[in-house]
């Protein structure tokens, strides 16, 4: 096999070859119409090959390549080849690849053989680094029934490890088996991970949005592929995991903003936005639309040039009536009534001599416009949510719920309306019933726990002929609403036929937070197996103080002493006066160290975490013990746990 020096050299060559595409990128830019059909696809595949290139890995000169298989005799298709795997595909003209793209199907056997079954590989080496300098490896040989050396992986314990500064990480080079088998799952299928805290559900996700755009390009260009974050901190966390896998064509963005075609600019109690997220407001809409469609009672008469034509009220009915069995979207059908209007004055108008064109058809459309407004109107989501909130209709919801959604001081018009961010997903619901909206080949939803029923629906509307990606845990489901099934929650989003799969091993908490964490999960009422740490290090420390906020200004005085990120974690209420403490002694928030409301930090990750004062994230809302479970999870290397009031009792710990 090859030495350290013989690997060394291949990284030049793999730099060179990556120059060579940067310049081939270039040039395809430049030529532009003479690559592709036209100047924007041609500058499409420059940018995307550039991207592609530039973001080879974290740093410009970056790892090309993170492992090496080498096939034996026992393996048919690759019997003494052997493949460097990298985050993606480089070449060098006239040759063979220089690196093979981790979703290439040869690639599978490097997170998925074993010394129990090694699928051909005799030997399977990682690469360790130093910024973009190759320092070591290791290999396991699998035909010999084990690794070279003892025990686990040296190289794979340490990338795990490394401190988490900046956004969130690809895992290519750490993909478990488990994780890799939900990666690869065909596009076709949809999946729901319930997933730990720190078991890599979320880097899971991302990497199945980057393996089907890998293996289905073609389709997948056309429908799109689109990602739902919680919130704008979360996205900004895990943006840069798809480009750095050659990924930039992905739509990632949080439901309030792919929802927010009115500005919100008002609040609902907790009463009514429980109302507006529950599933029978869809049915509540359903009938404020369509009780807008009146029965013809007169007969149409449609001028003709000379000619009146008359089309009878009972026809009229028998269109109107046979067009709502359809189940058309609402605007459809309203230009499904007009179409047959006006092909009822053509049958007339042609059994009379008459010829019928384009320009016929379209000026009987018009003249048909007025009897549409009366009995099909056209209307617009807000004008049919206005109604509802300014008068919510018996029959569906019980009169304290719809005294709650109503408005106490309805505004003049819709134009005047302060709508709200449940209001967001209503409004979704009556635009879905007028008009479908972009349907997407694959949609991945990340912390999908908290959806709603009414916020499953607008994310079925967006996947009804593509499939999800669901990803959540049950234990830290903090909404009201919060799913107690998955199950149950995949039949809201579309896909009953969901397959559910659990991770419960964490690669990215260490034992000790897992096992404080774990503490809380009997008081959660989540159905989920306690989390175990794939890591033994890491550290917890739990502080009781006299006075919160000099508590936390040491704990974070220690924590900068140490690499790594800070997060400090705290009851949204204490946010402020815990920052100004912290400003005042002249701490930097901002760069390495960022004071975090508890409401906020579900999904991302810290080197060390200081959550402060456990007992006042509890009280502060009616899942407060979900929320607490989510703030000790943030730490992947080191926790302090500081607290002036008593630990909440499933802690169960004493302060040092």
């Not at 000379?306 to 089309?311: D, I, K, S």
């Not at 605007?331 to 108008?349: D, L």
């Not at 997903?425 to 635009?431: I, K, R, S, W």
């Not at 703030?631 to 004493?654: E, I, K, N, Q, Y």
Request: with cysteine; glycine share 10%.
């Amino acid at each position: 096999m090859a030495t350290l020096d013989e690997e060394r050299r291949h990284v030049e060559r793999c730099r060179a070859g990556l120059r060579g595409m940067l310049d081939a990128a270039r040039d395809n830019v430049i030529v532009g119409e003479s690559v592709a059909a036209d100047r924007y696809s041609a500058e499409r595949l420059g940018r995307h090959l550039k991207s592609l290139a530039k973001e080879l890995s974290e740093e410009p000169d970056g790892p090309p390549f993170f492992g090496r298989l080498d096939f034996g005799e026992a393996s048919a298709e690759h019997r003494g080849r052997s493949y460097h795997i990298g985050r993606r595909h480089i070449g060098e003209r006239g040759g063979p690849p220089l690196v093979i793209d981790w979703r290439a199907p040869v690639a599978r056997a490097f997170y998925r053989a074993s010394a129990s079954d090694p699928q051909g590989v005799a030997a399977r080496r990682r690469f360790g680094w130093s910024g973009g300098t190759l320092t070591s490896f290791e290999d396991e040989r699998l035909d010999l029934g084990g690794p070279a050396g003892q025990g686990e992986s040296r190289i794979l314990a340490a990338e795990i490890e490394r401190p988490r500064v900046g956004p969130m990480r690809d895992i290519v080079a750490t993909i478990q088996p488990e994780q890799d088998e939900l990666v690869r799952a065909d596009l076709d299928v949809t999946i729901c991970v319930q997933g730990a805290p720190g078991t890599g559900k979320t880097a899971v996700g991302l990497h199945r949005a980057a393996y089907l755009l890998y293996t289905h390009r073609q389709r997948l260009e056309r429908s799109g592929v689109l990602v739902l974050g919680p919130n704008p901190a979360f996205l900004g966390y895990v943006s840069a995991v798809l480009p750095a896998l050659g990924e930039v064509d992905v739509e990632q963005t949080t439901l309030e903003r792919l929802l927010g075609v009115v500005p919100v600019t008002g609040e609902d109690t907790e009463a009514a936005a429980a109302v507006k997220h529950d599933a029978r407001m869809a049915e509540v809409l359903h009938r404020a639309l369509y009780g807008r469609v009146g029965k013809p009672a007169e007969p149409l008469t449609v001028a003709d040039g000379p000619a009146r034509r008359r089309v009878p009220a009972e026809e009229l009915r028998r269109i109107v009536d046979d067009t709502r069995r359809e189940s058309l979207p609402y605007a459809v059908g309203r230009e499904r009534v007009r179409a047959r209007i006006v092909e009822s004055v053509r049958r007339q108008a042609e059994a009379r001599g008459q010829t019928c064109g384009a320009a016929w058809s379209k000026r009987i459309g018009r003249a048909v416009t007025p009897f549409l407004d009366a009995v099909w109107p056209s209307v617009r989501p807000e004008e049919v949510l206005y109604d509802v909130l300014r008068d919510p209709p018996a029959g569906v919801l019980a009169d304290a719920e719809r005294a709650a959604v109503a408005w106490a001081r309805p505004p003049r018009s819709p134009r005047s309306a302060r709508w709200t961010r449940a209001d967001l997903v209503l409004l979704d619901e009556v635009g879905g019933l007028l008009e479908r909206p972009r349907g997407y080949g694959h949609v991945i939803v990340d912390e999908a726990q908290d959806l709603s029923p009414m916020e499953c629906r607008a994310v079925a509307r967006r996947s009804a002929h593509g499939s999800l990606t669901v990803l959540g845990d049950l234990a830290q489901g903090t909404t009201p609403w919060a799913a107690s099934s998955w199950p149950e929650r995949l039949e809201l989003l579309g896909k009953p036929e969901g397959r559910v799969v659990a991770l419960t091993t964490g690669f990215r908490v260490p034992a000790a937070v897992v096992e404080l964490a774990n503490r809380l999960l009997a008081a959660l009422g989540a159905d989920v197996p306690p989390t175990r740490s794939y890591r033994r290090d890491g550290r917890l420390r739990v502080t009781r103080v006299a006075d919160l906020a000099k508590g936390v200004v040491e704990a974070a005085r220690e924590a900068l002493a140490h690499e790594g990120s800070i997060g400090v974690v705290a009851a949204d209420h204490q946010v402020e006066p815990l920052a100004s403490a912290l400003w005042d002694e002249g701490f930097d928030l901002g760069g390495r160290l960022t004071v975090q409301p508890a409401s906020m930090v579900k999904g991302l990750e810290y080197d060390h975490v200081v959550v402060a004062e456990p007992a006042a994230i509890v009280a502060a809302e009616r899942r407060g013990p979900n929320r607490l479970y989510v703030a000790l999870t943030r730490a992947v290397s080191r926790l302090d746990v500081v607290h002036a009031d008593p630990l909440p009792a499933p802690l169960g710990m004493t302060a040092r």
